[in-house]
């Protein structure tokens, strides 16, 4: 089993749809949760983090981490082309810097 | 802020030669740099962490003699593939942690280095 995971997808939604996204995890001791977006060919860029359990918002993305059913989701609300990508989720234990990464969803926004 | 670089952003070596990838934090200084792997449609596997000063960490079933790191500095750590072979060619990517007090263990991604061994 590993450690993180999350459905690679693809996803296809058409623009202005709501994307919804998750990973589920096995260690209970992870505090920090994380979503990356990757454009092709190009490197992880952060886009929202939480520390344990809770809600985070910033315009319209949307995190969510449940730690009693070890699960995380990001919301993405009105739906751009631009927001094609793939997003990955990441996490780590609260004193090791150490990232583990799911396999990434990959997203197609439709125009 | 935060700007961290790769060099090159894609290589074509042959079997055989050694590679060197660049990894630079342009704007802040780094303490901790880290070093992964990403093949297509796959997730970033972490290869080993760098510290500024001291020898890298590898993770298991990395070969530390053949993916040679360095860290000399608070701004550059090298990645060099050594004796490179087709199994080898991947997506190299690395990430900087800054130094000093860093908020929820943020780390910044570089662009990345596509690397091909024919």
Redesign the interface.
């Known amino acids: 089993q590993k450690e993180v995971e999350?459905d690679?997808g693809p996803l296809s939604v058409p623009e202005g749809a709501i994307v919804s996204l998750n990973c589920t995890y096995s260690n209970s001791a992870f505090q920090?949760f994380?979503w990356?977006r990757q454009y092709s060919?190009?490197?992880?860029?952060?886009l929202m983090?939480t520390?344990s359990s809770g809600n985070k918002e910033d315009g319209r993305f949307t995190a969510q981490v449940d730690k009693s059913s070890k699960y995380i989701s990001l919301f993405i609300r009105d739906s751009q082309p631009s927001d094609s990508a793939t997003y990955?989720c990441a996490m780590?234990f609260i004193n090791?810097?150490?990232?583990s990464?799911?396999?990434?969803t990959?997203v197609t926004v439709r125009a | 802020g935060a700007v961290?670089s790769?060099h090159p952003s894609w290589v074509i070596c042959k079997s055989g030669t050694s590679v060197k990838i660049e990894c630079r934090s342009l704007d802040f200084q780094a303490t901790?740099m880290?070093w992964y792997r990403q093949f297509p449609?796959?997730?970033?596997m972490?290869m080993a962490?760098s510290n500024e000063g001291s020898k890298a960490t590898y993770e298991q079933g990395v070969e530390k003699d053949k993916f040679l790191i360095n860290h000399a500095s608070l701004t550059l750590s090298t990645l060099t593939v050594t004796s490179a072979h087709p199994e080898d060619s991947s997506?190299y990517?690395c990430?900087a942690?800054p130094a000093g007090l860093?908020v929820?263990?943020?780390?910044?991604?570089?662009?990345?280095t596509?690397l091909t061994v024919l």
């Not at chain 1, 990464?101 to 990434?104: I, T, V």
């Not at chain 2, 449609?41 to 970033?44: G, V």
């Open positions: 999350q690679p920090y994380m990356y060919r190009k490197g992880p860029e952060l983090y520390y990955l780590s090791d810097y150490k990232l990464f799911g396999a990434g990959t | 961290v790769q901790t880290f449609k796959q997730s970033l972490l962490t997506f990517i990430s942690r860093a929820n263990n943020e780390q910044f991604f570089g662009p990345g596509r």
